[in-house]
Nanobody, 125 residues
């Protein structure tokens, strides 16, 4: 079993930055695909970014966050990060960390086996 705990969310003004962290425990996740998803009120959970395991050779981003968000992982710390810059009000959502089996990062939530409880990100205009 893998336990995931997100942190770093909060309230920020438009144009500001936040850095989310996701600490994994219970098992080393260095080989797992890791991803970030978000869910706004009344909307479905949507893909934000994902990174492959091992050498982090494959990274995917949702088009709306490209150039503003950066996903990274520190396998020595069993931790996943999401650096979010130039935040917009439409980025407001609960952000979830997820871990999936080793392979190519995928964008569907169904491909991920383990989930954190989420951290709220609110961007004011």
């Amino acid at each position: 079993q893998v336990q995931l705990v997100e942190s770093g969310g909060g309230l920020v003004q438009a144009g500001g930055s936040l850095r989310l962290s996701c600490a994994a425990s219970g098992r080393t996740v260095s080989r797992y695909v890791m991803g970030w998803f978000r869910q706004a009120p009344g909307k479905e959970r949507e893909f934000v970014a994902a990174v492959s395991g091992a050498g982090s050779s494959t990274i995917l981003y949702q088009d709306s966050v490209k150039g503003r968000f950066t996903i990274s992982r520190d396998n020595a710390k069993n931790t996943l990060y999401l650096q979010m810059n130039s935040l917009k009000p439409e980025d407001t959502a609960v952000y979830y960390c997820a871990a999936g089996t080793p392979g190519i990062p995928l964008t569907s939530p169904r491909e991920y086996e383990y989930w954190g409880q989420g951290t709220q990100v609110t961007v004011s205009s």
